[in-house]
């Protein structure tokens, strides 16, 4: 199979390194017998997970089966190893690769223990919420649409092509290229066009413009908040609701109900079902006897993860786990790694339904630009900040210059 290479690195786009960089995954690329699809950038200060845009945008091409492989000039632009394992759990989830100096990493390869601790809970992380809210592969009897890229149809390629356009900030003519590279059917034998990509999106304009999101990856829902149920959880279930009950009654804003959550049998299946129940928002809170009904340490701080992002509280025999409270320092990077895999699954499941576009990065680059102009900077220095920082320019060249910052001051 052909590797369809997406490109990923930080910093700007225009600078020495950055060439080299291009360089480098092109004769990769010649010698492997692939393609680059697409180069994704994030600024130098992006340096949260949640914040880089571009990386989100490069696991989304996997994700959608858009490429195959996640070429990256040196693990330092993905930061620590936590951040490292997660972004390889993801891409090996979908059955991809990812190339690092040049070299594919074995998903099976050997890594200091402490690491192999964060890449199983990792894998785990992204297993657990993979198979509670996998993407929309397959049509079934609802009339929602299926996740950008699975179909190949005009409404599901306007859909990719006015993400490709207003997420990515690709061109006419880059959304073409990506979707002949990708495969796509077009009604011309030689393929779509930057014409053809146009009219495509001018035909489905007024249905695109109500899937554009403004953000990714924000909780519409507090499951405290918005939860009907207390829920039990284990073999021991039913005969945890009378403890439950009492502790519900405790709570400033108890839940209406408490219930045994039924059991399959099979941890697996039944953490899926509690997984989504926190997503709907059914569940508030689940109520355990002990942690170790909810599986070992990888397993648990996996789900914790996930149900502290919506809101909700686990409960060990009377007693909420605080998300903050006081642990070893092993333990609390395995903690933190899970909280950081549920904010970024909930961002990647924003991008396989929508087109994200987020209108504040040019409200950031004028008030960057100004409060510098105010310390002395010049236009030339203001405009290799905006590069450094991968802000697009207003005419969507990617290349800040002083001519174009004197343009966005006035």
């Not at 390869?109 to 990792?122: F, H, I, S």
Request: glycine share 8%; proline share 3%; aromatic share 6%.
């Amino acid at each position: 199979m052909k590797r369809r290479i997406v490109t990923y690195s930080s910093g700007s786009a225009t600078s020495a390194s950055a060439h080299q960089e291009t360089e480098r995954a092109e004769a990769w690329t010649a010698q492997n017998e692939g393609q680059v699809l697409l180069a994704r950038r994030d600024g130098e200060s992006a340096n949260t997970l949640s914040a880089r845009h571009g990386l989100h945008q490069a696991l989304f091409c996997l994700r959608a089966n858009l490429a195959n492989v996640l070429w990256l000039p040196g693990w330092e632009v993905l930061g620590d190893v936590a951040t490292q394992e997660l972004v390889c759990a993801h891409v090996w989830a979908v059955g991809g690769e990812i190339v690092v100096h040049g070299q594919v990493v074995d998903s099976f390869g050997v890594v200091p223990e402490a690491q192999q601790v964060l890449r199983d809970l990792a894998r785990t992380s992204v297993r657990l919420l993979t198979t509670a809210a996998p993407r929309r592969e397959v049509p079934d009897e609802s009339t929602q649409d299926l996740d950008i890229g699975e179909w190949d149809n005009d409404w599901d390629r306007a859909r990719l092509a006015h993400k490709l356009r207003m997420d990515f900030g690709l061109t006419f003519a880059e959304t073409a290229h990506v979707l002949n590279a990708a495969n796509y059917s077009a009604h011309s034998q030689r393929g779509h066009s930057g014409a053809s990509v146009q009219a495509l999106l001018a035909t489905h304009h007024e249905a695109l413009h109500v899937l554009t999101r403004a953000s990714a990856g924000i909780p519409s829902h507090s499951a405290a908040l918005e939860g009907v149920a207390l829920v039990t959880f284990g073999q021991s279930a039913a005969a945890q609701l009378p403890a439950a009950t009492r502790y519900n009654a405790t709570l400033s804003r108890p839940f209406p109900h408490v219930l045994a959550l039924p059991q399959w049998g099979e941890l697996d299946r039944d953490l899926r079902v509690l997984v989504l129940g926190f997503i709907a928002p059914v569940f508030g809170a689940v109520y355990v006897s002990d942690e170790s009904v909810l599986g070992g340490l990888l397993t648990r701080e996996a789900l914790y993860g996930h149900i502290w992002r919506y809101g909700g509280s686990v409960v060990v025999a009377g007693d909420p786990v605080d998300p903050d409270a006081p642990i070893a320092a092993s333990h609390r990077v395995v903690r933190e790694l899970a909280r950081s895999s549920a904010r970024l699954f909930a961002i990647l499941r924003a991008h396989d339904a929508d087109t994200i576009v987020d209108e504040g990065p040019i409200k950031v680059a004028t008030t960057m630009a100004r409060s510098k102009r105010v310390l002395g900077w010049s236009y030339d220095e203001i405009a290799d900040l905006l590069n450094r920082e991968c802000f697009i320019s207003r005419r969507g060249t990617g290349a800040w210059h002083s001519a174009s910052v004197r343009e966005l001051l006035r």
